[in-house]
């Protein structure tokens, strides 16, 4: 297979970085399937495995994949060509999080949609996986895909034998799937009135409080941020927001209810109002009709609940046998290092200063753009014209791979 210049200057530095580089092995790595993808040829070369570091770094440096990855699963014949044959001895637990699954996280420039990204994946870490889960931070690691987004690893006995099912569960709690409203608002029973023998009741539903865990206190979290939104709005701003929010959850709600909704809550004096009370008496009864209250409880279950759920990849979670990229390898459609990341190290993590190979150095290389394009890497701002540009080397890699620039006639 013939090779532009560009892709020979790609592998050339691929090889350059692995030579140099000291890879990251996962735990018990010789009972990890491997898979690879090239920049030379077609399909995924995988059931592959290596006994040792070194044998793994000869074939990085000889073959230089474009894509490294390794099994979340544990095998006892791991390079065995069919899965039976492997023998499934257990496998991490793996979230997967990246720009598909955040919203409007597509539509934002490059920069930007890492950034997005990185706050809801520091969300499902401290929220969900330390918080709720209760997960040590020790058996936690975190990795910047090299690409658009974050893989978090649980290396613990506790999930080593968890079925696809029960990965799935962890998921739908993450994701809020299914969530009971019942469960939420737990609906109290009370008397209402007395005839002879018989005994009319009714029911209270219950706010819940931010003082209780999980779900519940993510929820009131939740309609506290949305009730403060509306509040701050003129009646009707905040009527056509209520109509829109509505609408998004695909509810058909007429104006009049609507317009009562919003006087249940804002309608009175300050510190009398339906929102006053339900914030200081935890109180869900402050509406004057049933589909009033029918309505806010939709608006939480569909709204409130969406803004507040984690986000990460299902199939990749309840995959026990799925391969993710090799922290410390290259991503071939970037040039950004897979880096193995802390939780103290997520906090100031920037994949344009971090994640740049320390093998890629400053030499000019010529390249060739389309278009003019900036871009910001290892403290250099760089305006590229239209046609021949002098970049440095770690720009050239990360232009090239992104195929925003190619090799120029002196490169």
Known sequence: ??????????????????RQTALAMPDRFSKREFGFMFFDRQGMVRHTAFPTRASLKKYLIEQTPAHVYYSCAYYEKPDAQTMPEKKWLGA????????????????????KMLERVKEEVTRLVDEFLLGDL??????????????RGYHVHINSPKVLRLTSHERREIVDYVTGTDLDIDWVFPPRPFEIGRFKDRVDSDKKRTMPSLDDGGWRRRIRKGINTLLDEIESMEPADAHAKLAELFKESKREIGKKTVEGLYTDLFGGRSGKRGVDRMRAENTFEVFSEKRHS??????VDKRVRGRMKG???EPVTSDIKRLIRLPTSLHGKTGFEVIPLTRQDLTGFDPFEDAVSEAFGEEEVIVQCDKPCDVSMKGSKLSLDSGSNSVPEFAAVYLLCRKLARMGAEG
């Open 294 to 299: 029918d309505a806010f409880l939709d608006l």
């Open 311 to 313: 986000e990460t990849d």
């Open 134 to 147: 209760g997960v040590p931070e020790d058996e936690l690691k975190i990795a910047f895909s090299g690409g």
């Open 1 to 18: 297979m013939a090779l532009d210049a560009s892709t020979r200057f790609i592998m050339k530095m691929f090889s350059k970085h692995y």
């Open 92 to 111: 991490d637990l793996i979230f997967d999080l990246d720009a598909d699954h955040v919203e409007g996280a597509q539509n934002m420039p490059y920069e």
